[in-house]
C-alpha cells in the first residue's frame, strides 16, 4: 500500500473564470500528487448543494477563504492515512464529517475539491487514466464518446443582452467521432461570428460567461433563426441538431414567468415552447419551467417527452432524492449531471446509476463559472452518458474539457461516438 496513503492535503483560494475565488486542493501521497479544483454556477439551483463565501470584505464578498479553512483544518487530518484509491471510503468520509443535508457545514466547494482531488490521485496511483479509474469505481467500460452540446448564444444570467432564455445550443448528433463532431460545430460557431457581424455590427460579437456570442437580440426566434441559417451554409443541415437551456427559475416569479416583457402562466409558456419546437430542428430542452414547478415539467414531458430529451437542471440538481420525486411524476427524460450541485464524485455517480435504471438519459454540464479543470470531461466517458455541456469552442476553461476529449478519444481503441443514444428519445436524430 505504500505510495497510495495520503500523507499531505493543501488548500488555496484561486480565481475562476469569471474572476471570482473558488477552492483548489491538492493532495499527495509519498510519491503522488493530483489537484483539483472546483466550478461555480450563476443561475444556481435553490435546491443545490451550498457553496460557502465569506461575505467579507475582500472579493466584495465571494471570497472562500472559510472554505479553504475547513479543508486544512477539518478535513485534511481525517484524509491523511486513507488509501487514494478507495473513492467510497473517501467520499463517504467527506459525508458524515459535513453531516447536513446541502454541505453547508463544511462548504460544498471545500468538499467536492477534495472529492475530484481523491479521485484523480486514485487514478494516478493505481497507473491509469482518470476516466479509467472512474469507470472501475461505477463498473463501467468506458467507450462512448460524448456529443459536445454547445452554447453559441449566451442569454440570460450569462450574458449582457434581453435574451431571457440562457443558452442556445447546438448539437452536432451526426458524427463519427467526437474530433469531427467538435470541428463541425466549431466551424459553425466561426460562421455565426460572421454573420452576426454583418447582421448586428462589431460590438455584436462578444461573448458571454459560456464563451456564446452575446448578441443584442430581443428573442430566441431570432437566435435560431440565425443558427439555423449558419448550419445551412456551413452545409451540415442534417447534421447539427439544437438544443436550448430556459433556466426557466430565473424569468419566473414565484406565480407567472415573464419573457420578453410579457408575463404568462404554465399554459401559456407552454404554448410558447410548442411553436419554438415545432418551428425549430429542437431536440433537446433543459429547465422549462421553474425548479419547483413539478406540474410545468410534468405537462412539458407529457407532451415532448416521446420526441425530444427533457432535461432536468435546477429541478434535479444531480441529487438523487429530486430525482426519485421526478421519476414518480413522470417529469424529464434526462438529468443533467453538476458534480458541484451534489457536492462528491460518488454521489453524483449514484445519480447517474438512478437515472440509467429508470431509462433516464444523463448528460454531464459544466457551470457558467469554471476553471481550467478538465474533470467532466473524464467523467462523461466514464459513465457513458454520451453529451456533455461545456459551452462554446472558445474560452480555456471551456475549450479544457474537449481538448481532453480529444485526447481521450485519441487513447481509446474501440470507441464510439454517442452510439448509446440510439436506444433512447435522441436515437432518431443519430
Ligand atoms: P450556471 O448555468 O452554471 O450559471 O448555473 C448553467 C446551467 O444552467 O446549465
Ligand atoms: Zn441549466
Not at 421519476?327 to 438529468?335: F, K, S, V
Not at 443533467?336 to 429508470?358: C, F, H, P, R, W
Request: aromatic share 6%; charged share 25%.
Amino acid at each position: 500500500m505504500s505510495g497510495f496513503v495520503i500523507s499531505n492535503v493543501k488548500a488555496r483560494q484561486v480565481l475562476d473564470s469569471r474572476g471570482n475565488p473558488t477552492v483548489e486542493v491538492e493532495i499527495s501521497t509519498d510519491r503522488f500528487s493530483a489537484r483539483a479544483s472546483v466550478p461555480s454556477g450563476a443561475s444556481k439551483g435553490r435546491h443545490e448543494a451550498l457553496e460557502i463565501r465569506d461575505n467579507g470584505k475582500e472579493f466584495l464578498g465571494k471570497g472562500v477563504r472559510k472554505a479553504v479553512s475547513n479543508v486544512k483544518t477539518v478535513i485534511a487530518p481525517k484524509l491523511i492515512g486513507l488509501d487514494a484509491r478507495e473513492q467510497g471510503e473517501i467520499d463517504s468520509l467527506l459525508i458524515d464529517l459535513d453531516g447536513t443535508e446541502n454541505k453547508s457545514r463544511l462548504g460544498a466547494n471545500a468538499i467536492l475539491a477534495c472529492s475530484m482531488a481523491c479521485a484523480r490521485l486514485g487514478a494516478i496511483c493505481k497507473g491509469v487514466e482518470l476516466y479509467e479509474h472512474l469507470g472501475e469505481i461505477c463498473n463501467s467500460t468506458p467507450n462512448v464518446m460524448p456529443v459536445p452540446v454547445m452554447n453559441i448564444i449566451n442569454g440570460g444570467k450569462h450574458a449582457g443582452n434581453n435574451l431571457d432564455i440562457q443558452e442556445h445550443m447546438i448539437m452536432p448528433v451526426r458524427a463519427k467521432s467526437f474530433l469531427e463532431a467538435l470541428r463541425k460545430a466549431t466551424e459553425v460557431y466561426h460562421l455565426l461570428k460572421r454573420k452576426i457581424e454583418s447582421k448586428y455590427g462589431k460590438h455584436a460579437i462578444n461573448v458571454g460567461d459560456e464563451g456564446g456570442y452575446a448578441p443584442p437580440m430581443e428573442s430566441s426566434e431570432e437566435a435560431f433563426e440565425i443558427i439555423v441559417e449558419t448550419i445551412e451554409e456551413a452545409g451540415y443541415g442534417k447534421e447539427i441538431a439544437l438544443a436550448f437551456d430556459a433556466a426557466a427559475s430565473e424569468f419566473y416569479d414565484g406565480k407567472n414567468y415573464t419573457l420578453a416583457g410579457k408575463s404568462m402562466g404554465s399554459g401559456e409558456l407552454l404554448d410558447f415552447y410548442s411553436d419554438l419546437i415545432s418551428t425549430f430542428n429542437i431536440i433537446s430542452a433543459e429547465d422549462p419551467f421553474a425548479e419547483d414547478d413539478w406540474e410545468g415539467f410534468v405537462e412539458f414531458t407529457r407532451k415532448f417527452g416521446n420526441k425530444i430529451q427533457v432535461v432536468g437542471d435546477d429541478l434535479f440538481v444531480t441529487n438523487v432524492r429530486r430525482l426519485k420525486e421526478g421519476i414518480e411524476r413522470g417529469a424529464c427524460n434526462c438529468m443533467l449531471l453538476k458534480i458541484n450541485q451534489i457536492g462528491t464524485v460518488s454521489e453524483a455517480m449514484d445519480a447517474a446509476k438512478l437515472a440509467y435504471e429508470n431509462g433516464y438519459n444523463v448528460m454531464v454540464s459544466h457551470r457558467s463559472g469554471e476553471t481550467c479543470d478538465d474533470f467532466i470531461a473524464d467523467l462523461s466517458v466514464a459513465i457513458n452518458c454520451g453529451q456533455i455541456k461545456s459551452g462554446a469552442p472558445a474560452r480555456g476553461e471551456r475549450v479544457a474539457k474537449y481538448n481532453r476529449l480529444i485526447r481521450i478519444e485519441e487513447r481509446l481503441t474501440d470507441s464510439s461516438y454517442a452510439q448509446n443514444l440510439k436506444r433512447t428519445v435522441l436515437g432518431s436524430y443519430l
